[in-house]
C-alpha cells in the first residue's frame, strides 16, 4: 500500500523519482557545467578577456568563435570569463545574505520581546526601500568594483529571506514538540539546539537558491548601467559596451548581444530549476487516464431516497494507487436517519464525497452506481449533477470554520444558495431560514468569523439545506465543537428532519453521538461496510470484530467501573492555592492590549500521591490552563502553584518539578518531531536532565518502551515517528514521560484524538503505569463519563471557575451544579 | 483610528530611514565631503582657507546633527540641492521628467496585472493540462530574462529587423505637442519599453495570482459552494477569485518597488527622457546630488503607493476592518 512506502518529510531535493525531482537534477547539471565552462575558461579560450586581440568589430570567424568588440576584445573569451563574475557574485550575494538572513531571524524569532519587533521593524523598512535605484546611489559612492558589488546587493538582499525564515522559526516554536519540550524542563539553548535549528536548517536551502537568482541579475542590471568593475568583464559589462556602441542596429548584435543575454538566462533558469521543487504549487500535479466506470454487480434499490451500488474509488499519487472504498452498497430510506460510522481512514468521507460527485482529481470512481430519484449520480455529466446538488442531494461539510466564505456575509452566501435559478431574494426569506437554524435576522450582516462556532455550524445548515433537499448528507458536521454544542446541533438536525421530511447520512466517527439517534447504524472498517443494524442490534450483536471493539470502547455512564479505583496517600503532591489566570490580546504592533481575558478564577486544587485526578470541562474552561500552570510552563496571576508543599520559583525546587512531574498531550502528532528517532524521543527527559552520559539510557528507554507494550529493539529504537500509527505514537508518549520515573503525569486528553477503537488500550496502559509504578494522573477530558469510570476523583470547570468536586460516582450520580447534569445529559 | 495612526506611523519611520541613508551616504563613502562638491585637480590647487569658505558656503563646518536637521528641513522643502552636470536644482530637473517615468510605469503595471491575472486564472483553472504547462514554463524562461536585454531583443526584433516601431526617445520632435500625430509618435515609442517591463513584472503577479487562485480553490468553502449547485463559473470567480484577491493585491502594490527600478534600467536602453537616463548620466558623471534626488523621489513613490495598499486594504477584506 502506498502508505508503506515512507519519505523523508523534509529533503533538500524532491525525490529524483518524480518529475520534480528530475527537474531540479536538471538544473544542477546546467549549473555544474556553467561553473566548469568558469573555472577553465583559460583553458577553453586563448585570450584573456581584456587583451585587445583583433580588429574592432571582427565578424565571428575560426580564431574568434563569436567574433570581437568595439576594442578588439574576443567576445568569447568575455563570454566564458563573464561567466566567472556572475556566479561568484551570485554565490557570494547568497552566502553573505543568508548567513545575514540567519543569524536575525534566529535573534529575532528565538529571542522574541523587543528584540524581535527592532529587527522586524528594519526589515519593514528594508523591503519597502526601492533596491535597484538604493544599489546604484550606494554603487556609485562605494565606487565600482566587484567587493563593492556583492556587499550592496547583499545589503538590499537579506531582508526578504529573515521575514521569511523568522516566521517559519516561530512556527515551529509554536509546535507542541517545542511545548513538550519546555514541558520536561528544557532551557532555551535545548530547544533552540535540538529541535528548531534541525527544522528550519533544510529551509534556507530555497531562500539561498532565490537570493542567488535575485543577485545574478541585479549585479547584470548594474555592468550595464556601468557600475560593474571596470577591470571585470561581466555579461552585464559586455552588454553595457554593445549598448553604448548600439550594436543592435548593426549586424553585430547577433554575437555580441545574444551569447550574453542568452548565458544570463541559462544560468538564472538553472537555479529557477532548482528552485523550482520548493514551490509546492508549481510541482505537476499527479494525472492519470480514467477508465470508464464498471457497473455495479446488484441493483440500486429504486424506493430508496438514496441508494450507493458495489461503489468502490482508488486515489492516485505518485507513490502508487491506495484503494478508500472497496465495493460498498448501502441504502437511505426516506425520512431515515443513518449513521456511517467509521475511524479515521475507513473511506467514509470519500463514500460522501462520490456520492455528490465532488471527489478530488486524485481519486478515480472505479465501479459502482449512486440511484438518487431514479438518476445514476456517478453517470451523469458535471453540469446535471451540479442541478441536483442542494436542491435534491445537499452535503453539510466538515468544519464550519472553514466552509464559509470568510469575505462574504452570511446573508449573502444564504441568498446566493436561494438564488439559484435567477429568482430574486427577498430580505425575509433569509430571515425565516436564519431563524429555522436558531439565528437572527441580523446575523446575516455578519461575516463567519464574527460567529461563534455552534452558529457558524447553524449559518452552514441554512446555507446546506435552503432549498429543502431530500438527502442530506452531514459529514462530520459536529467534529471539533464542544461537547453540549455538539448535543445542539445534533437536536437541530432532527427538529429540521422532521419539518422538512429530510433524509440523512450522517458521516461520523463519533459513535455515543450517533447511535443514541440514528435509525440504523453502518459501520466502515478499510474502505468496506462491515456491518450494519441498529445501535442496540450492533452492541448486541455485532457480525465483525472491529465494531464489537467500537462498542466495546464505549464505556456506559452506568454500571461497574472499568478500572478500579486508586488509594490517595499523603500530603498533596501538587497544588493550585487560588490560583487566577488571565491573557492579553496583542495588538498588530506586538504591544499587549489593557484588557485581560480572565480564563481561571480563583482555581484550588489538590494532587495526591497515587491518586487519578480528573479534570473535566467544555473548551474554553481553562483546563489546558490547568494543565500548563502545574508544569510550570505558565505562571498564575494570582495564587500559587505548589509542587510538595513549595511554591514552584525556586530553581533547586523547579528542578525536582521538571524531574517528578511529566506531561502527556492531546495531539501524538505533533508533540514528537518527526525526524527524531524514536530512541532519542524517549531519551530526551534523561538528556535535559542531564543523565544521558550514564551509559544506561539505551536501558532506561528500553524498559520504558516495555512498560508501554511496544517493541524495543533496535529496529524500533532507530524508527522515526512518522512511521507509526496514532495509537503507537501515544505510547512513545507515554514511554518519554515514564522514562525518568516521575510521580505525577498530567495526561491532556491523551485519547481524544485516536481513533475510538485505541482509545481504551491508552487509557489501560495509563492504569497499568499507576499500578506498576505508582504515578499520580491529572487526567484532562471533556469526556465525563470516561473520567467517571477512569479517575477516583472528579473536578468540573467551567468557564474558568471549579464548579463542583468530590469522589467519581458522587459526582455521576447526585451532580450537584446545572453545568455538570448538562455535561451526563449529554453523555 | 489606531490603524491609520499605525500605518502612518510606519510610512514616516520608513522615508526616515530612507533619508537617513541619503545624508550619512557621502559621508561614509571612502575620501572627503569636499570630493563630492569639487574635482580632484580644483580642491588640490585651493588654499586652506578656501576649502574651509567651500564648507561653510555647503553648511558641512556644522555639527553633524546641525547638517542633519538641515538637510532634513530642506528636503521638506524640495530642495536636493543643484545638479553638477545640469547645473540646475535636482528637484527641477527630477520634476521635469518624472512624468515619463509615471507614464511608463503606469502603462506596465496597468498591462502587467490584466494579463498576468487573467493568465495566472487561467493556468490554475488548467492545472495540471497543457495551457498550465506552458504557461508556468513560459514565466520561468521569462522570469530569467535581465529586463533590459528583453528590451534589447526587442528593439532587434521590431525596429532593427521589421522597422515597425521607433526605438528612441518618448516623443518626436518636430511635432506640436497634442497634435494627433503626437500622441501617436508618444504611444508608438511606448509600447516596446511597457513590453519589456510588462513581461518581467508580468511574469511575477502571473506566478502569484496562480498560487493564491490554486491555495483559494483548495479551500473548504470552495467544496461548500460546488455541493451546493454553485456554477462553476461563480464558484470561480465569486468564491475563489474574490478570497485570492487578498494575497494578490499586496503582492503587486509591494512589486512596485521592483517596477521602479526595472523603469531606470529599461528607460536607458530606449534613451526614454524621464528619471532612468538622470541615472545614466549621475552614474558616469558621478552626479551625488541628482542620484540621491532620484533615490528619494523612488523611495516616496514607492512609500505613497504602499500607503494607498494599505489603506484601501480593509475594503477588501472585512476581517482586518475590526482592527480599526
Given at each position: 500500500?502506498?502508505a508503506?512506502?515512507?519519505?523523508?518529510?523534509k529533503?533538500?531535493?524532491?525525490?529524483?523519482?518524480?518529475?520534480?525531482?528530475?527537474?531540479?537534477?536538471?538544473?544542477?547539471?546546467?549549473?555544474?557545467?556553467i561553473?566548469?565552462?568558469?573555472?577553465?575558461?583559460?583553458?577553453?579560450?586563448?585570450?584573456?578577456?581584456?587583451?585587445a586581440?583583433?580588429?574592432?568589430?571582427?565578424?565571428?570567424?575560426?580564431?574568434?568563435?563569436?567574433?570581437?568588440?568595439?576594442?578588439?576584445?574576443?567576445?568569447?573569451?568575455?563570454?566564458?570569463?563573464?561567466?566567472?563574475?556572475?556566479?561568484?557574485?551570485?554565490?557570494?550575494?547568497?552566502?553573505?545574505?543568508?548567513?545575514a538572513?540567519?543569524?536575525?531571524?534566529?535573534?529575532?524569532?528565538?529571542?522574541?520581546?523587543?528584540?524581535?519587533?527592532?529587527?522586524?521593524?528594519?526589515?519593514?523598512?528594508?523591503?519597502?526601500?526601492?533596491?535597484?535605484?538604493?544599489?546604484?546611489v550606494?554603487?556609485?559612492?562605494?565606487?565600482?568594483?566587484?567587493?563593492?558589488?556583492?556587499?550592496?546587493?547583499?545589503?538590499?538582499?537579506?531582508?526578504?529571506?529573515?521575514?521569511?525564515?523568522?516566521?517559519q522559526?516561530?512556527?515551529?516554536?509554536?509546535?507542541?514538540?517545542?511545548?513538550?519540550?519546555?514541558?520536561?524542563?528544557?532551557?532555551?539553548?535545548?530547544?533552540g539546539?535540538?529541535?528548531?535549528l534541525p527544522?528550519?536548517?533544510?529551509?534556507?536551502?530555497?531562500?539561498?537558491?532565490?537570493?542567488?537568482?535575485?543577485?545574478?541579475?541585479?549585479?547584470?542590471?548594474?555592468?550595464?548601467?556601468?557600475?560593474?568593475?571596470?577591470?571585470?568583464?561581466?555579461?552585464?559589462?559586455?552588454?553595457?559596451?554593445?549598448?553604448?556602441?548600439?550594436?543592435?542596429?548593426?549586424?553585430?548584435?547577433?554575437?555580441?548581444?545574444?551569447?550574453?543575454?542568452?548565458?544570463v538566462?541559462?544560468?538564472?533558469t538553472?537555479?529557477?530549476?532548482i528552485?523550482?521543487?520548493?514551490?509546492?504549487?508549481?510541482?505537476?500535479?499527479?494525472?492519470?487516464?480514467?477508465?470508464?466506470?464498471?457497473?455495479?454487480?446488484?441493483?440500486?434499490?429504486?424506493?430508496?431516497?438514496?441508494?450507493?451500488?458495489?461503489?468502490?474509488?482508488?486515489?492516485?499519487?505518485?507513490?502508487?494507487?491506495?484503494?478508500?472504498?472497496r465495493?460498498?452498497?448501502?441504502?437511505?430510506?426516506?425520512?431515515?436517519l443513518?449513521?456511517?460510522?467509521?475511524?479515521?481512514?475507513?473511506?467514509?468521507?470519500?463514500?460522501?464525497?462520490?456520492?455528490?460527485?465532488?471527489?478530488?482529481?486524485?481519486?478515480?470512481?472505479?465501479?459502482?452506481?449512486?440511484?438518487?430519484?431514479?438518476?445514476?449520480?456517478?453517470?451523469?455529466?458535471?453540469?446535471?449533477i451540479?442541478?441536483?446538488?442542494?436542491?435534491?442531494?445537499?452535503?453539510?461539510p466538515?468544519?464550519a470554520?472553514?466552509s464559509?466564505?470568510?469575505?462574504?456575509?452570511?446573508?449573502?452566501?444564504?441568498?446566493?444558495?436561494?438564488?439559484?435559478?435567477?429568482?430574486?431574494?427577498?430580505e425575509?426569506?433569509?430571515?425565516?431560514?436564519?431563524a429555522?437554524?436558531?439565528?437572527?435576522?441580523?446575523?446575516?450582516?455578519?461575516?463567519?468569523?464574527?460567529?461563534?462556532?455552534?452558529?457558524?455550524?447553524?449559518?452552514?445548515?441554512?446555507?446546506?439545506?435552503?432549498?429543502?433537499?431530500?438527502?442530506?448528507?452531514?459529514?462530520?458536521?459536529?467534529?471539533?465543537?464542544?461537547?453540549?454544542?455538539?448535543?445542539?446541533?445534533?437536536?437541530?438536525?432532527?427538529?429540521?428532519?422532521?419539518?422538512?421530511n429530510?433524509?440523512?447520512?450522517?458521516?461520523?466517527?463519533?459513535?455515543?453521538?450517533?447511535?443514541r439517534?440514528?435509525?440504523?447504524?453502518?459501520?466502515m472498517?478499510q474502505?468496506?461496510?462491515?456491518?450494519?443494524?441498529?445501535?442496540?442490534?450492533?452492541?448486541?450483536?455485532?457480525?465483525?470484530?472491529?465494531?464489537?471493539?467500537l462498542?466495546?470502547?464505549?464505556?456506559?455512564?452506568?454500571?461497574?467501573?472499568?478500572?478500579?479505583?486508586?488509594?490517595a496517600?499523603?500530603?498533596?503532591?501538587?497544588?493550585?492555592?487560588?490560583?487566577?489566570?488571565?491573557?492579553r490580546?496583542?495588538?498588530?504592533?506586538?504591544?499587549?492590549s489593557?484588557?485581560?481575558?480572565?480564563?481561571?478564577?480563583?482555581v484550588?486544587?489538590?494532587?495526591?500521591?497515587?491518586?487519578?485526578?480528573?479534570l473535566?470541562?467544555g473548551?474554553?474552561?481553562?483546563?489546558?490552563t490547568?494543565?500548563?500552570?502545574?508544569?510550570?510552563?505558565l505562571?498564575?496571576d494570582?495564587?500559587?502553584?505548589?509542587?510538595?508543599?513549595?511554591?514552584?520559583?525556586?530553581?533547586?525546587?523547579?528542578?525536582?518539578?521538571?524531574k517528578?512531574?511529566?506531561?502527556?498531550?492531546q495531539?501524538?502528532?505533533?508533540?514528537?518531531?518527526?525526524?527524531?528517532?524514536?530512541?532519542?524521543?524517549?531519551?530526551?527527559?534523561?538528556?535535559?536532565?542531564?543523565?544521558?552520559?550514564?551509559?544506561?539510557?539505551?536501558?532506561?528507554?528500553?524498559?520504558?518502551?516495555?512498560?508501554?507494550?511496544?517493541?524495543?529493539?533496535g529496529?524500533?529504537?532507530?524508527?522515526?515517528?512518522?512511521?507509526?500509527?496514532?495509537?503507537?505514537?501515544?505510547?512513545?508518549?507515554?514511554a518519554?514521560?515514564?522514562?525518568?520515573?516521575?510521580?505525577?503525569?498530567?495526561a491532556?486528553?491523551?485519547?481524544s484524538?485516536?481513533?475510538?477503537?485505541?482509545?481504551?488500550e491508552?487509557?489501560?496502559?495509563?492504569?497499568?503505569?499507576?499500578?506498576?509504578?505508582?504515578?499520580?494522573?491529572?487526567?484532562?477530558?471533556?469526556?465525563?463519563?470516561?473520567?467517571?469510570?477512569?479517575?477516583?476523583?472528579?473536578?468540573?470547570?467551567?468557564?474558568g471557575?471549579?464548579?463542583?468536586?468530590?469522589?467519581?460516582?458522587?459526582?455521576?450520580?447526585?451532580?450537584?451544579?446545572?453545568?455538570?447534569?448538562?455535561?451526563?445529559?449529554?453523555? | 483610528?489606531?490603524?491609520?495612526l499605525?500605518?502612518?506611523?510606519?510610512y514616516?519611520?520608513?522615508?526616515?530611514?530612507?533619508?537617513?541613508i541619503?545624508?550619512?551616504?557621502?559621508?561614509?563613502?571612502?575620501?572627503?565631503?569636499?570630493?563630492?562638491?569639487?574635482?580632484?585637480?580644483?580642491?588640490?590647487?585651493?588654499?586652506?582657507?578656501?576649502?574651509?569658505?567651500v564648507?561653510?558656503?555647503?553648511?558641512?563646518?556644522?555639527?553633524?546633527?546641525?547638517?542633519?536637521?538641515?538637510?532634513?528641513?530642506?528636503?521638506?522643502?524640495?530642495?536636493?540641492?543643484?545638479?553638477?552636470?545640469?547645473?540646475?536644482?535636482?528637484?527641477?530637473?527630477l520634476?521635469?521628467?518624472?512624468?515619463?517615468?509615471?507614464?511608463?510605469?503606469?502603462?506596465?503595471?496597468?498591462?502587467s496585472?490584466?494579463?498576468?491575472?487573467?493568465?495566472?486564472?487561467l493556468?490554475?483553472?488548467?492545472?495540471?493540462?497543457?495551457a498550465?504547462?506552458?504557461?508556468?514554463?513560459?514565466v520561468?524562461?521569462?522570469?530569467?530574462?535581465?529586463p533590459?536585454?528583453?528590451?534589447?531583443?526587442?528593439?532587434?526584433?521590431?525596429?532593427?529587423?521589421?522597422?515597425?516601431?521607433?526605438?528612441f526617445?518618448?516623443?518626436?520632435?518636430?511635432?506640436?505637442?497634442?497634435?494627433?500625430?503626437?500622441?501617436?509618435?508618444?504611444?508608438?515609442?511606448?509600447?516596446m519599453?511597457?513590453?519589456?517591463?510588462?513581461?518581467?513584472?508580468?511574469?511575477?503577479?502571473?506566478?502569484?495570482?496562480?498560487?493564491?487562485?490554486?491555495m483559494?480553490?483548495?479551500q473548504?468553502?470552495?467544496?461548500?459552494?460546488?455541493?451546493?449547485?454553485?456554477?462553476?463559473?461563480?464558484?470561480?470567480?465569486?468564491h475563489?477569485?474574490?478570497n485570492?484577491?487578498?494575497?494578490?493585491?499586496?503582492?503587486?502594490?509591494?512589486?512596485?518597488?521592483?517596477?521602479?527600478?526595472?523603469?531606470?534600467?529599461i528607460?536607458?536602453?530606449f534613451?526614454?527622457?524621464?528619471?532612468?537616463s538622470?541615472?545614466v548620466?549621475?552614474v558616469?558623471?558621478?552626479?551625488?546630488?541628482?542620484?540621491?534626488?532620484?533615490?528619494?523621489?523612488?523611495?516616496?513613490?514607492?512609500?505613497?503607493?504602499?500607503?494607498?495598499?494599505?489603506?484601501?486594504?480593509?475594503?477588501?477584506?472585512?476581517?482586518?476592518?475590526q482592527?480599526?
Amino acid at each position: 500500500m502506498a502508505a508503506d512506502v515512507y519519505v523523508k518529510p523534509k529533503r533538500l531535493l524532491a525525490p529524483v523519482a518524480t518529475t520534480t525531482g528530475k527537474v531540479q537534477w536538471l538544473g544542477i547539471a546546467i549549473l555544474t557545467t556553467i561553473a566548469a565552462v568558469a573555472i577553465l575558461a583559460p583553458l577553453l579560450s586563448a585570450y584573456g578577456p581584456t587583451d585587445a586581440v583583433c580588429d574592432p568589430f571582427e565578424h565571428p570567424g575560426p580564431g574568434h568563435l563569436l567574433g570581437c568588440d568595439d576594442a578588439g576584445r574576443d567576445l568569447f573569451a568575455q563570454l566564458i570569463y563573464g561567466a566567472r563574475v556572475s556566479l561568484f557574485v551570485g554565490l557570494s550575494v547568497a552566502v553573505i545574505a543568508t548567513t545575514a538572513a540567519v543569524i536575525l531571524s534566529i535573534l529575532a524569532g528565538l529571542n522574541g520581546g523587543w528584540t524581535d519587533r527592532l529587527i522586524m521593524r528594519i526589515v519593514d523598512v528594508a523591503l519597502s526601500l526601492p533596491f535597484l535605484p538604493l544599489v546604484i546611489v550606494l554603487g556609485v559612492y562605494l565606487g565600482a568594483s566587484l567587493t563593492t558589488q556583492i556587499l550592496v546587493i547583499a545589503l538590499v538582499m537579506w531582508a526578504q529571506p529573515v521575514r521569511e525564515l523568522r516566521s517559519q522559526i516561530l512556527s515551529v516554536r509554536a509546535m507542541t514538540f517545542v511545548e513538550a519540550s519546555k514541558a520536561m524542563g528544557a532551557g532555551g539553548l535545548h530547544i533552540g539546539a535540538r529541535h528548531i535549528l534541525p527544522e528550519v536548517a533544510p529551509l534556507v536551502v530555497p531562500q539561498f537558491v532565490r537570493i542567488a537568482h535575485s543577485a545574478i541579475l541585479v549585479e547584470t542590471s548594474l555592468s550595464f548601467l556601468g557600475l560593474g568593475d571596470p577591470l571585470q568583464s561581466s555579461w552585464g559589462a559586455i552588454l553595457y559596451h554593445a549598448n553604448a556602441r548600439t550594436a543592435f542596429l548593426t549586424g553585430s548584435w547577433l554575437w555580441w548581444i545574444v551569447p550574453a543575454g542568452v548565458a544570463v538566462s541559462v544560468t538564472v533558469t538553472a537555479l529557477a530549476f532548482i528552485g523550482f521543487g520548493y514551490d509546492a504549487s508549481l510541482s505537476p500535479r499527479m494525472r492519470h487516464r480514467k477508465s470508464p466506470i464498471k457497473a455495479p454487480a446488484a441493483q440500486p434499490d429504486p424506493e430508496a431516497a438514496l441508494s450507493v451500488r458495489n461503489l468502490a474509488v482508488a486515489f492516485h499519487s505518485e507513490l502508487g494507487t491506495t484503494e478508500a472504498v472497496r465495493d460498498v452498497s448501502l441504502d437511505l430510506g426516506r425520512g431515515d436517519l443513518v449513521g456511517l460510522v467509521g475511524e479515521s481512514g475507513s473511506g467514509k468521507s470519500t463514500l460522501a464525497l462520490a456520492a455528490l460527485g465532488l471527489l478530488r482529481v486524485s481519486a478515480e470512481v472505479r465501479q459502482g452506481a449512486v440511484l438518487l430519484d431514479g438518476r445514476d449520480l456517478l453517470r451523469l455529466d458535471q453540469d446535471d449533477i451540479r442541478r441536483l446538488r442542494g436542491h435534491k442531494i445537499a452535503l453539510i461539510p466538515q468544519s464550519a470554520m472553514n466552509s464559509l466564505n470568510p469575505v462574504v456575509t452570511i446573508g449573502g452566501q444564504l441568498s446566493e444558495a436561494l438564488a439559484h435559478d435567477g429568482k430574486t431574494i427577498d430580505e425575509a426569506a433569509i430571515s425565516t431560514w436564519l431563524a429555522r437554524v436558531g439565528l437572527e435576522a441580523r446575523h446575516a450582516r455578519c461575516f463567519s468569523h464574527e460567529l461563534s462556532g455552534g452558529m457558524r455550524q447553524r449559518a452552514v445548515i441554512a446555507i446546506a439545506i435552503c432549498n429543502t433537499p431530500d438527502v442530506v448528507i452531514a459529514d462530520e458536521p459536529t467534529t471539533g465543537l464542544d461537547v453540549l454544542v455538539q448535543e445542539e446541533i445534533m437536536a437541530l438536525l432532527l427538529e429540521l428532519r422532521q419539518k422538512l421530511n429530510l433524509s440523512i447520512l450522517f458521516v461520523t466517527h463519533n459513535l455515543p453521538l450517533i447511535a443514541r439517534h440514528a435509525d440504523r447504524l453502518e459501520v466502515m472498517y478499510q474502505g468496506e461496510i462491515v456491518d450494519r443494524g441498529t445501535a442496540s442490534q450492533l452492541r448486541a450483536a455485532a457480525t465483525h470484530a472491529h465494531t464489537r471493539d467500537l462498542f466495546e470502547s464505549l464505556p456506559e455512564i452506568a454500571g461497574a467501573k472499568r478500572w478500579q479505583a486508586g488509594i490517595a496517600e499523603g500530603a498533596p503532591l501538587l497544588s493550585l492555592k487560588k490560583v487566577s489566570k488571565g491573557f492579553r490580546s496583542r495588538n498588530s504592533l506586538g504591544f499587549a492590549s489593557r484588557t485581560i481575558t480572565p480564563v481561571l478564577k480563583d482555581v484550588s486544587l489538590d494532587l495526591h500521591q497515587r491518586e487519578k485526578l480528573g479534570l473535566v470541562g467544555g473548551s474554553g474552561s481553562g483546563k489546558s490552563t490547568i494543565a500548563r500552570l502545574m508544569m510550570g510552563l505558565l505562571r498564575p496571576d494570582a495564587g500559587e502553584v505548589l509542587f510538595e508543599g513549595d511554591p514552584l520559583g525556586r530553581q533547586a525546587i523547579l528542578k525536582a518539578h521538571a524531574k517528578s512531574v511529566h506531561m502527556v498531550f492531546q495531539d501524538p502528532y505533533g508533540s514528537m518531531r518527526n525526524a527524531m528517532s524514536i530512541l532519542d524521543i524517549v531519551s530526551e527527559p534523561l538528556c535535559i536532565q542531564g543523565l544521558t552520559h550514564q551509559g544506561d539510557t539505551a536501558e532506561r528507554v528500553r524498559t520504558a518502551l516495555d512498560a508501554v507494550c511496544l517493541p524495543s529493539d533496535g529496529a524500533f529504537l532507530s524508527r522515526l515517528p512518522i512511521q507509526l500509527s496514532g495509537g503507537q505514537r501515544q505510547r512513545v508518549a507515554f514511554a518519554r514521560a515514564i522514562v525518568s520515573a516521575p510521580k505525577v503525569i498530567i495526561a491532556d486528553e491523551p485519547t481524544s484524538m485516536l481513533d475510538q477503537s485505541v482509545r481504551m488500550e491508552i487509557m489501560t496502559l495509563m492504569e497499568d503505569l499507576r499500578r506498576q509504578f505508582g504515578t499520580a494522573f491529572l487526567f484532562i477530558t471533556h469526556d465525563i463519563v470516561l473520567a467517571r469510570h477512569f479517575c477516583d476523583r472528579i473536578i468540573v470547570l467551567s468557564e474558568g471557575r471549579v464548579v463542583e468536586e468530590g469522589p467519581a460516582d458522587t459526582v455521576i450520580h447526585t451532580p450537584a451544579h446545572d453545568y455538570t447534569k448538562r455535561l451526563i445529559a449529554a453523555a | 483610528m489606531g490603524y491609520y495612526l499605525r500605518i502612518i506611523a510606519q510610512y514616516a519611520v520608513t522615508l526616515l530611514a530612507a533619508l537617513t541613508i541619503n545624508f550619512f551616504l557621502p559621508r561614509l563613502a571612502p575620501g572627503d565631503p569636499l570630493d563630492a562638491i569639487l574635482p580632484p585637480d580644483v580642491i588640490g590647487s585651493m588654499s586652506e582657507a578656501e576649502i574651509n569658505e567651500v564648507l561653510a558656503d555647503f553648511g558641512l563646518d556644522l555639527p553633524l546633527w546641525q547638517q542633519y536637521w538641515n538637510y532634513l528641513t530642506g528636503v521638506f522643502a524640495a530642495d536636493f540641492g543643484t545638479s553638477t552636470t545640469l547645473g540646475m536644482p535636482v528637484w527641477d530637473a527630477l520634476i521635469g521628467r518624472l512624468p515619463w517615468t509615471l507614464l511608463l510605469m503606469g502603462c506596465a503595471l496597468l498591462v502587467s496585472t490584466l494579463a498576468g491575472v487573467a493568465l495566472g486564472m487561467l493556468a490554475a483553472r488548467k492545472r495540471g493540462e497543457f495551457a498550465d504547462v506552458s504557461i508556468i514554463s513560459t514565466v520561468l524562461f521569462v522570469g530569467s530574462l535581465p529586463p533590459f536585454w528583453l528590451a534589447m531583443m526587442l528593439i532587434i526584433l521590431f525596429s532593427t529587423t521589421l522597422g515597425w516601431l521607433p526605438s528612441f526617445g518618448a516623443y518626436k520632435l518636430g511635432v506640436p505637442e497634442g497634435s494627433w500625430a503626437w500622441y501617436v509618435a508618444v504611444i508608438e515609442r511606448l509600447i516596446m519599453p511597457v513590453m519589456a517591463l510588462a513581461v518581467v513584472q508580468g511574469a511575477s503577479t502571473l506566478l502569484i495570482a496562480r498560487s493564491a487562485m490554486l491555495m483559494t480553490l483548495e479551500q473548504d468553502y470552495i467544496l461548500f459552494a460546488r455541493a451546493r449547485g454553485t456554477s462553476e463559473r461563480r464558484v470561480f470567480f465569486g468564491h475563489a477569485f474574490r478570497n485570492a484577491l487578498l494575497p494578490l493585491y499586496t503582492n503587486v502594490m509591494l512589486g512596485l518597488g521592483g517596477l521602479i527600478g526595472g523603469a531606470l534600467v529599461i528607460e536607458t536602453v530606449f534613451s526614454y527622457p524621464g528619471l532612468g537616463s538622470l541615472v545614466v548620466q549621475g552614474v558616469t558623471s558621478r552626479d551625488y546630488n541628482l542620484l540621491q534626488g532620484i533615490f528619494v523621489l523612488a523611495t516616496v513613490s514607492v512609500l505613497a503607493a504602499n500607503f494607498l495598499t494599505d489603506l484601501f486594504y480593509p475594503l477588501i477584506d472585512p476581517r482586518t476592518r475590526q482592527a480599526r
